[in-house]
């Protein structure tokens, strides 16, 4: 079993919609949580950081860490085409280790 | 302000020749992780150093791979008589600091014939 369970898509939605995209994890060791857009042929691009449980918003993307039941959330208000990317879950455990834990994905356009 | 930059983009070599990769972290950083891609899989943690030390290299095959971070310089993976499952794309981040967000370059495509 992965440490981190991302469904891989393909995820294909309208422009304007609300996104939502997710990722299970099984070590309670986690603390941190991050998600990164990857598009093609480029490196991940850091969007959400957050510490433990609860929400976090920064413009049209909330990240929400259920500690509990260790499932975090990326929604995107208002999709547009250039939020075609690739989005990856990634998570860490506490002070002074610094490995990421990465999901596999999810392949995720937007249709005009 | 130049991101991480990792040169070269793409390298092809030749089954039992040596890959160098290196990586230039963010201007005031001082930590480089390099991970690897494989198609259809995520991100793999491969070493995690800091200025001439070398932190974490859990995720590092335990032959043929080795990395440093110089005092001056690049950072350098170096992979010696490379295979064809060496094939990957290899991303280097940085941060400022412990406890820091990681930050990735746009990596570098390793082809092996």
């Known amino acids: 079993q992965k440490e981190v369970e991302q469904d891989p898509g393909p995820l294909s939605v309208p422009e304007g919609a609300i996104v939502s995209l997710n990722c299970t994890y099984s070590?309670?060791?986690?603390?941190?949580f991050m998600w990164y857009r990857q598009y093609s042929r480029k490196g991940p691009e850091l969007l959400m950081y957050?510490?433990?449980?609860g929400n976090k918003e920064d413009g049209r993307f909330t990240a929400q860490v259920d500690k509990s039941s260790k499932y975090i959330s990326l929604f995107i208000r208002d999709s547009q085409p250039s939020d075609s990317a690739t989005y990856l879950c990634?998570?860490?455990?506490?002070?002074?280790?610094?490995?990421?834990?990465f999901g596999t994905g999810t392949r995720l356009t937007i249709i005009p | 302000n130049a991101g991480v930059m990792q040169n070269p983009r793409h390298l092809v070599r030749r089954r039992g020749q040596e890959a160098r990769l290196r990586c230039s972290p963010m201007?005031?950083?001082?930590?480089v992780y390099w991970y690897r891609q494989l198609p259809e899989e995520g991100l793999k943690f491969m070493v995690y150093?800091?200025?001439?030390?070398?932190?974490?290299e859990s995720g590092m095959p335990k032959e043929r791979f080795s990395a440093e971070f110089p005092k001056e310089g690049p950072s350098i993976l170096r992979i010696q008589q490379v295979v064809r499952g060496d094939s990957a794309a290899y991303f280097c981040?940085?941060?400022?600091?412990?406890?820091?967000?990681?930050?990735f370059g746009d990596g570098t495509r390793l082809s092996i014939l």
């Open positions: 981040a940085s941060s400022p600091g412990s406890n820091q967000p990681q930050h």
């Open positions: 070590n309670s060791a986690f603390q941190y």
């Open positions: 957050t510490y433990s449980s």
């Open positions: 990634a998570m860490r455990r506490d002070f002074g280790n610094e490995k990421l834990t």
């Open positions: 201007k005031g950083h001082s930590h």
């Open positions: 150093l800091q200025k001439e030390n070398i932190i974490d």
